[in-house]
């Protein structure tokens, strides 16, 4: 007696409608992202005199380099994720860099001793700076919010007038001189501190943060009200989601990046840079959006952007390497945004 097997329902047992684990991680954009990255180094690493750019030290600055804006992306994943957004985190990282290098200062000792780079109480001021830094951030943060809510504006023209307005209290903190000689303890313990001599640790903190930070998205309800808030704020205040206080919860934990990243920056090169991060939100824009985060909200990828922050770091140090100007990475950061943008709204094309 022979028996006869039924193709189709063999074949549906087979065929899955669920996209297995090795599919969805090759169809990532993560994972797109990444090789991107390769790509990328293997070139600068070809056209740079004697493969320098594939040396260790370089790695190490390339990891150092990219730290700090794969923190701010992180941070702008879940406003964009949200529908928010965020103009005035460089003003943010400056404003905080220069309160925590004040109080460092302040603590340290005479001014007579920090001058000389010499501080007799080193630890107790760096502790304090830190969380000087962190607080300013989060106080913007909240400050940021707070109008958004009352004013129930945009949040691109309230971060655009406290992009002006946290410049100008850093401007008016310092009379517009960089807060310099901050104790070189800060540096060698963290600035510029490597893990087993190989890790730079901030960029290790960076990945910490990245990975506590896709797993509240992912796997939390915070990260359910994110995006539900992206998608429709109706919808979400019907299902019981209180908006206000979570744009303030979202903006606040932007703020609480700036001032973390702030105090990294002081950390490693030992004064502030109130004529930088000019850029700042416009690179960790473009990074989030190429990393799979949509710039109208209700998509959200952690891992994408924190893999493409690393993007503009490489294109910089390769150019820089290769001897090409300065002023070009304004250009680049431009056309990164550009391509940003166009990515993002073909997604949205193809979602429709």
């Not at 928010?84 to 200062?105: F, R």
């Not at 290769?322 to 056309?335: E, H, K, M, N």
Request: proline letters at 2%; aromatic letters at 6%.
């Amino acid at each position: 007696m022979t028996t006869t097997t039924d193709l189709p329902a063999a074949a549906a047992t087979f065929d899955s409608s669920e996209p297995t684990f090795t599919r969805r991680l090759f169809t990532s954009t993560a994972f797109l992202i990444a090789i991107v990255v390769v790509a990328l180094i293997i070139l600068f690493g070809a056209l740079s005199p004697n493969w320098v750019f594939l040396g260790a030290t370089n790695f190490r600055n390339l990891a150092l380099d990219s730290a700090q804006l794969v923190l701010l992306a992180i941070g702008m994943t879940f406003l964009l994720g949200a529908g928010e957004l965020d103009l005035s985190i460089g003003a943010n990282v400056i404003l905080s860099s220069v309160v925590g290098a004040k109080v460092i200062t302040a603590v340290g000792g005479s001014p007579e001793q920090v001058l000389a780079g010499q501080y007799e109480n080193a630890g107790i001021a760096i502790l304090l700076g830190l969380l000087a830094s962190l607080a300013t951030g989060l106080l913007f943060g909240l400050v940021n919010a707070t109008l958004i809510n009352l004013l129930r504006v945009n949040s691109f023209v309230v971060t655009l007038a406290m992009m002006s307005a946290g410049l100008g209290l850093a401007y008016i903190v310092t009379n517009g001189v960089n807060v310099s000689s901050l104790p070189r303890d800060m540096q060698r313990g963290f600035g510029t501190a490597n893990l087993f001599g190989v890790i730079p640790v901030p960029a290790l903190i960076a990945v910490a943060v990245g990975i506590i930070a896709w797993f509240v998205m992912t796997r939390l309800r915070f990260g359910v009200h994110t995006l539900a808030l992206g998608s429709s704020i109706r919808s979400a205040e019907r299902a019981g989601i209180n908006v206000r206080a979570h744009r303030i919860k979202l903006f606040m934990i932007m703020g609480g990046i700036c001032g973390l990243v702030g105090f990294v920056e002081i950390s490693r090169f030992l004064t502030t840079n109130i004529q930088g991060h000019q850029g700042d939100a416009l690179a960790a824009i473009a990074a989030v959006v190429i990393g799979g985060t949509s710039l109208f909200g209700g998509r959200a990828s952690v891992l994408g952007s924190m893999v493409a922050a690393i993007i503009p770091a490489v294109l910089i140090n390769g150019l820089v390497i290769l001897r090409v100007g300065s002023f070009y990475q304004l250009v680049v950061t431009g056309i990164i945004l550009l391509i940003a943008v166009g990515i993002d709204q073909r997604r949205r094309a193809q979602t429709k």
